[in-house]
């Protein structure tokens, strides 16, 4: 045999090989588009520019990954288009935070500096998390990186938001929104994530202005009672019908508030009386607007008690001195204290409610009224909801269909503006001359009106407002441009459900209002990583892993593997943060086994490995047929699975190939045909008996063809989980050219002429009847090194032809002596049955003391009949079963089932070994 035309190191190293393997694919070219396939695109949901890798990162972006890797093997031209988000309020609460460790705010500073200090901190810090992506193996086509800010991406903003408004659709609303007290500023609907909280339910009596009792209100947010403007009560509760029309004094403030008739009124919340705040509560509001009352706000925008300009005439004074400046949950207290010692506190009762934190900094959002700028986002939705329901694009899992559709149809006004100073200042100007107010396409020097002195408006755009056109404003749009042309629409959006509508709902509306088309035709929502808890994992809980630690312990693959292979459709990743090892050493250890399979196999091959093609099909063995015909199959379903999104299933398929049926079986099938006869006992070749006559039989030129043929095809299948690794063993293969890589191979075709229903079966029954011996031996404990003898009886469509092919390696891996296809062997034995009907009888004289072994089991079913004995007492005592509870008698009964089959298994052992 000529010697191997390479070999491995006996351990795998990741450290070693991934970082230049990265650089070899970058230096190839091989993440741009190539070819003239058809483009296959996929856009990264840009990460905030102050994020740094996080395991939720980590399974996002390698599941585009997997798939990008997988079209592009498939010929596709595969565009994965990477870039940031500038993140209007995560990179200015940053920025704040560097400016008060030195003592300043962004007031000290001042708009221009402050901005410009931005710049500098995104200058230096803004490339690190797609630096990061570049560690964990993921193939971005890094030469279009894109940046919410960049000056074309912001004409393309601009663009959008002038076209809305020449189209009527951004407006200026005076309306309850969204605050958030600490990054001081608006938020959407989305933006403000509910969550179910257990608080409190106050009872407050507010007493008739005419003495003549009190009505009781509940709420949960008594600190907003000082911006009271009304009570209300169902004008169907009979409850309220004596009060409507009355007034009641406002406890605290001393003021006269109408109690007044609204059929919005939950009749079965609290008492039925329900304060009215319009300036503090969207209900409130539309109560507040219904019956033209007044809107006082009582609070700063720092979410503290106070007077706030602006407040309508005769509504001032509401906020007495000792609550002035008091944080709102200091006040609550306060003010509850307050209403105790006025004996108007009628009770309170602990509820579970729904709270709003800002989905930035977690901070409890204050509803309040404010002037901002909304989009009429109906318009845009109708017709990105008629796309979906004809199939234009879909939502997979599909379990998402009916709450996507009921958002859609429900969907409220967009608020966009943001009171920030980092983002996309909104483009409307107003003449301070004449107050003509308009957006525009460039920043004007005077009105066009009357050519007096122009101002911007303060405010940014919601930073979701530049990354809903993220599909096309990276492809040169407005302009039409090549890449537009070739890249719009993509393909797969993949990303998780908590951002369904907070972006993914909005560039579908954007894609088909500004383009008329959907902006791709899938998006996969995959699952949450979670920790063993079932909790998100954040760094608040503390319960998160870092991905690059993962990588310094296991290597990339191993962190890819353990994502990807436990992660169903739509499922959540359970990861243990407080044990990587158990967490991670599977992906680990499946890499090294790979390492294991390629080195041996790599080791048999000669540099003129013969070609598959070349091989004379007549003298493959069955061995060789079905592991060919397994590989087809294989191919066929890693291919399915991948295009249906089931890529923990293409990987489980390519696993249990390359290590269940490559290594553990074909590998250690056609060992005795690689090796030099009497290599393995260090025999001679006159020694070496049945193994010499395999070798000459399956001629090894066949063998190293297929295995050459398997486990190219293997580490083809496994690339896009596992880069690293199968590049690194596929650039060992003999035949490699010094341009070849496998990030740029093709895909496996399925190759008919491979497969082999008959072979699969065949084969099959070969490994049931090794199986079958193993467990007789393990059950029996025969130790390892005796050999025994065996014969197999085929029946029904099992054939004797096909064992005699492989006795060999039947012989070999059951630790047979001797093996008979004619009959059972003479004496005491154990049967089994498999397949369709087959037998296999093991020979015991002489491998076990059958003596010894019929003591044993006569000592096994004596105890195992007193027990019976026992538990069939208890079962007929009427007393135990019609007074212990059904559950324990179901359980003792299903006892008495599993101790008879183990005493029928007791007997057939006994009887198969006549004992007396």
């Not at 920025?95 to 000290?108: H, I, N, P, S």
């Not at 049926?661 to 006992?681: C, S």
């Not at 599993?898 to 007997?907: D, F, P, Y």
Request: glycine share 8%; charged share 25%.
């Amino acid at each position: 045999m000529a010697e191997p035309a390479f070999t491995l190191p006996p351990q795998y190293d990741p450290s070693t090989v991934e970082a230049s393997l990265y650089r070899r694919w970058q230096e190839h070219g091989l993440f741009a588009p190539r070819g003239d396939g058809a483009p296959y695109v996929i856009v990264i949901p840009p990460p905030n520019l102050t994020a740094i890798l996080h395991v939720g990162h980590g399974l996002n972006n390698v599941i585009q990954d997997v798939l990008i890797r997988f079209e592009r093997m498939r010929g596709r031209a595969a565009e994965w288009l990477p870039g940031t988000d500038h993140a209007g309020i995560a990179t200015q609460n940053v920025v704040e935070r560097l400016l008060a460790a030195e003592g300043q705010t962004r007031f000290d500073v001042g708009r221009e500096a402050f901005v410009e200090r931005v710049w500098q901190f995104v200058r230096e810090t803004g490339s690190t998390i797609l630096e990061q992506l570049q560690v964990i193996g993921c193939s971005c086509d890094w030469s279009r990186t894109r940046f919410t800010l960049d000056p074309a991406y912001s004409r393309a903003v601009r663009e959008v938001f002038v076209t809305l408004w020449e189209e009527g659709l951004i407006y200026r609303g005076h309306r309850v929104i969204h605050w958030c007290p600490h990054c001081l500023t608006a938020l959407s609907d989305e933006e403000a994530e509910s969550s179910d909280t257990t608080g409190s339910l106050y009872y407050i009596r507010y007493p008739l202005a005419d003495g003549s009792g009190a009505v009781t209100v509940a709420t949960t947010r008594p600190e907003t009672m000082l911006g009271d403007t009304a009570v209300v009560v169902h004008p169907d509760d009979p409850r309220g019908t004596p009060f409507v029309g009355k007034t009641v004094r406002l406890p605290i403030v001393n003021v006269e508030i109408p109690v007044l008739a609204d059929e919005s009124v939950d009749k079965e919340f609290g008492t039925g009386f329900v304060k009215v705040t319009p300036a503090h509560d969207a209900s409130d509001f539309e109560i507040g607007t219904r019956h033209r009352l007044p809107t006082p706000l009582v609070m700063t925008e720092d979410g503290r008690m106070g007077e706030q300009p602006g407040n309508e005439k005769g509504e001032t004074g509401r906020v007495p001195p000792e609550l002035q400046g008091l944080d709102r949950f200091e006040a609550r207290k306060k003010i509850v204290k307050m209403l105790e010692a006025q004996g108007l506190l009628a009770k309170v009762e602990t509820h579970q409610h729904a709270v709003r934190r800002c989905y930035r900094c977690d901070t409890v959002v204050e509803p309040r009224l404010s002037d901002q700028w909304f989009v009429k986002i109906k318009p845009l939705a109708e017709p990105a909801l008629a796309g979906y329901q004809r199939g234009e694009y879909r939502i997979v899992p599909e379990r998402w269909k009916a709450t996507y559709e009921n958002w859609m149809a429900g969907i409220r006004d967009w608020n966009i503006s943001r009171q920030l100073w980092w983002g996309h200042r909104i483009p409307v100007f107003t003449c301070t001359t004449c107050s003509h107010q308009w957006a525009d396409r460039t920043d004007p020097t005077e009105c066009p009106t009357c050519g007096g002195p122009v101002t911007q408006d303060p405010d940014v755009l919601d930073t979701w407002f530049s990354s809903w056109l993220w599909p096309f404003a990276t492809f040169g749009w407005p302009q039409r441009t090549d890449d537009l042309q070739r890249f719009y629409p993509g393909h797969t959006l993949v990303t998780a459900p908590e951002i369904l509508f907070l972006w993914v709902s909005r560039m579908i509306m954007s894609g088909y209002h500004f383009l008329g088309k959907q902006p791709f035709t899938t998006v996969y929502l995959h699952g949450t990583v979670r920790d063993t808890q079932h909790r998100k994992m954040s760094k608040s809980l503390g319960n998160g892993i870092d991905p690059l630690d993962v990588v310094r312990l296991y290597g990339a693959d191993a962190l890819r593997w353990t994502l990807i292979a436990g992660s169903s459709l739509g499922a959540d990743v359970i990861l243990d943060p407080n044990d990587l090892e158990a967490t991670f050493a599977p992906g680990r250890n499946f890499a090294n086994k790979l390492w294991n399979i390629g080195r041996f196999i790599l080791a048999q091959l000669p540099a003129d490995v013969t070609p598959i093609d070349q091989i004379d099909r007549s003298r493959l063995t069955l061995a060789d047929r079905w592991i060919l015909s397994r590989a087809q199959a294989t191919i066929r379903e890693a291919t399915t699975s991948l295009e249906q999104f089931r890529l923990d299933e293409a990987a489980k398929t390519c696993f249990a190939f390359a290590w269940g049926e490559l290594a553990d079986w074909y590998v250690e099938a056609v060992k005795p045909r690689l090796a030099r006869p009497g290599a393995e006992d260090g025999a001679p070749r006159e020694a070496a008996g049945a193994r010499w006559a395999a070798a000459e039989r399956g001629a090894p030129a066949s063998a190293q063809a297929v295995l050459a043929y398997c486990l190219d095809t293997a580490l083809r299948l496994l690339h896009p989980v596992v880069p690293f690794i199968t590049e690194e063993l596929w650039q060992k293969v003999p035949g490699r050219k010094p341009d070849e890589v496998l990030a740029g191979a093709a895909w496996p075709n399925r190759r008919p002429e491979f497969e082999d229903h008959e072979a699969d079966r065949h084969f099959e029954r070969v490994k049931q009847v090794i199986e079958k011996i193993r467990n007789i031996r393990a059950e029996y404990r025969i130790p390892p090194r005796t050999r025994v003898r065996a014969a197999i009886v085929a029946r029904g469509g099992d054939r004797t032809e096909a064992f005699a092919g492989e006795r060999e390696t039947i012989l070999r891996l059951a630790q047979l002596e001797e093996l008979s296809l004619d009959g059972a062997p003479v004496g005491v034995g154990a049967h089994a049955v498999f397949g369709d009907g087959s037998e296999v009888v093991v020979a015991l004289a002489g491998a076990i003391d059958v003596q010894q072994e019929c003591r044993r089991l006569t000592g096994e079913l004596q105890r195992l009949d007193g027990q019976l004995a026992g538990l069939a007492a208890r079962l007929t005592n009427e007393n135990f079963v019609s007074r212990a509870p059904t559950e324990v008698v179901a359980r003792e009964r299903e006892k008495e089932r599993v101790w008879r089959e183990q005493r029928s298994v007791l007997a057939g052992k006994l009887t198969a070994l006549g004992c007396g």
